[in-house]
């Protein structure tokens, strides 16, 4: 098949897919705004996170397969495709690792301040006393918003750090999550409110829809413990950014976040934002997936997807076309 790979894509994982004998055009220089031109006779579009708008869809006649190399498919118009009758499928999960550990190095990046310590150290600052103060996560309290895989690798880290665990109550799950939140310890409270309410380290772990878009808002901070700190690897819509500057100037919220509205996209650039120049934030450029064993795991799902529609069947496919 003729597959277009409109995004960075680890050069190791182009050649399986020209050894089951597809046509690749690997140009992860293209940009949204170029992709209407570049899809004269695509039948497969792999994207990681260019936005794939309703007018690239409509524009490739050919077009039978969209992959995102990743979880979340919210920059791609899943309506327009479904309407042309393209499938757009994700490789949930693969990254979980990568997500989870960066969302508990943001944990101890607060707790001991690190990136201030390397700051002033660098600067030739020397000033143990100042950083000599910190809590420690031993014993603390973290909520879990959302036990997705990335959620359940994340509680299972924070666990082997000796952190409580707190998550909603949801019916109808697996049996192994039971069993996995058993052995974690996790208490499960009825609301989001509630788990907010006793939380040192609150962290989201969900797609970005219109039911949790700005779910981390004025009333959920309002029940927070004044110094708690919100953790956000997800998606930048989950966060009411103006309500979070807030509560950081009124209570002493801090955050630890990857993720941001109206983030630049890869390329070097300028980015102003109240929020990610505010003391209380340690924020990192949406790199929670970039790790080369995570790349390698998404790679390797992507080749699955690819490989099954081949064969006539469709896997982890979120937009409702069937084959």
Request: with cysteine.
């Amino acid at each position: 098949m003729q597959i277009l790979i409109a995004d960075k894509y680890p050069e190791k994982w182009i050649k399986p897919l020209l050894d089951e004998g597809h046509a690749i055009r690997n140009e992860p220089q293209l940009t949204t705004d170029g992709l209407a031109s570049a899809m004269s006779d695509a039948e497969i579009l792999v994207v990681r996170s260019t936005k794939i708008p309703a007018n690239v869809i409509e524009s490739a006649s050919d077009l039978k397969l969209i992959v995102r190399a990743g979880a979340g498919t919210n920059t791609i118009d899943g309506a327009a495709a479904a309407a042309c009758g393209v499938a757009v499928c994700n490789t949930p999960g693969k990254n979980a690792i990568a997500v989870a550990e960066l969302a508990m190095g943001l944990i101890l990046s607060l707790d001991r301040r690190l990136p201030d310590n390397v700051g002033d150290l660098r600067a030739g600052v020397w000033n143990k006393q100042k950083y000599s103060k910190a809590q420690g996560v031993f014993g603390t309290t973290l909520g879990v918003v959302g036990i997705g895989a990335i959620g359940q690798a994340l509680m299972t880290r924070a666990h082997a750090f000796g952190m409580r665990i707190v998550i909603q109550k949801k019916p109808g799950r697996s049996q192994s999550v039971i069993d996995e939140l058993g052995r974690l310890g996790a208490t499960e409270v009825d609301t989001v409110e509630e788990i907010a309410a006793i939380s040192d380290y609150l962290s989201f772990h969900l797609p970005a829809t219109a039911e949790t878009k700005g779910i981390v808002n004025k009333n959920l901070l309002d029940q927070m413990k004044p110094g708690a700190a919100i953790i956000n690897t997800s998606r930048g819509e989950l966060v009411d950014e103006d309500a979070l500057v807030a509560a950081m100037n009124e209570k002493g919220i801090r955050a630890g976040l990857d993720v941001y509205q109206n983030e630049p996209g890869a390329a070097d650039t300028v980015f102003t934002s109240a929020l990610a120049n505010h003391e209380n934030l340690y924020g990192t450029h949406h790199i929670g997936a970039s790790t080369e064993q995570s790349q390698d795991a998404v790679s390797e799902g992507v080749i699955e997807v690819i490989s099954a529609f081949v064969s006539g069947d469709l896997i982890n496919c979120v937009n409702g076309v069937s084959r």
